[in-house]
Nanobody, 115 residues
Framework: QGQLVESGGGLVQPGGSLRLTCAASGFTGSSYGMAWYRQAPGKERELVAGSTPGGRSTIYADSVKGRFTISRDNAKNTVYLQMNSLNVEDTAVYYC????????RGQGTQVTVSS
């Protein structure tokens, strides 16, 4: 049974940084595109960043371009999201998922940006 587990969320001040980690198990992550999504209270889930299986191609939401970076270590079956220059609008639960088809999806990790 495939599983994705996110970690690395927390409370950070505006302007700060966090790195989220998504660990895959039970399936070969390198065979899948992977993505990070987020959902803020009262808002729909949105795609934040996505990566092709090999990691050569990536896409980003306009709101995070230049601040967030998705990367992956297929040897470790792990995907990362480096988030810099965080602002309060980035507050949300962040999920990782296979992409574009969400065959597997994690439970999420909370990111709160607040002073």
């Amino acid at each position: 049974q495939g599983q994705l587990v996110e970690s690395g969320g927390g409370l950070v001040q505006p302007g700060g940084s966090l790195r989220l980690t998504c660990a895959a198990s039970g399936f070969t992550g390198s065979s899948y595109g992977m993505a990070w999504y987020r959902q803020a209270p009262g808002k729909e889930r949105e795609l934040v960043a996505g990566s092709t299986p090999g990691g050569r191609s990536t896409i980003y939401a306009d709101s995070v371009k230049g601040r967030f970076t998705i990367s992956r270590d297929n040897a470790k079956n792990t995907v990362y999201l480096q988030m810099n220059s965080l602002n309060v609008e980035d507050t949300a639960v962040y999920y990782c998922s296979t992409f574009p088809v969400p065959t597997y999806r994690g439970q999420g990790t909370q990111v709160t940006v607040s002073s």
